[in-house]
C-alpha cells in the first residue's frame, strides 16, 4: 500500500496553491470546479505519486482553533527534502519570505532531522530528511 493524497480545505486556493508549489516542487493540474456546490480544487502531485489536494467550498467553515495549540486529528504534513542541508536551507527561505517556523531545524529523539513551519493557513509542514 501507499499514500494516495492527502486533501486540505483552504480559504484561499490560489495562495495555498502558490505557496507548494513554489517551496516543494509540486506538480498541480488544472482547476477543477463544480460550480453548483461552490467548489474547486487542485491535485498537486510530488516526484514519489503521492498527492496533496487543495480543495475550497463555499459551505465549509473557517476553522477558529487557535493553530498555535494541537489538537486531535490532523496533526502535520511531513515533507521530505532529502538532505539536512535542504532542510535548513528551505527553512531559512521560508523564515525569510516571512512564513512563522514553529520549531528547528533539529534532530530529534528519535533520529528525525526537521523543522516545523506553518503554511499560509496556518497548517502545520514538517520539513524532513
Known sequence: MKLEHM???TRDIEVMREFYLKY???VSNDKYSNESKGYRSYFLSFDSGARLELMQ???VEV???DYLK???GMAHLA???GSEEKVDSLTARLKNDGFEVVDGPRKTGDG???SVVFDP???RIEITV
Open 57 to 59: 467550498k463555499t459551505s
Open 7 to 9: 486533501a486540505i480545505w
Open 70 to 72: 494541537e489538537f486531535t
Open 121 to 123: 493557513e496556518q497548517n
Open 63 to 65: 476553522s477558529t482553533r
Open 79 to 81: 515533507i521530505s527534502v
Open 24 to 26: 516543494f516542487d509540486l
Open 112 to 114: 528525525y532531522y526537521e
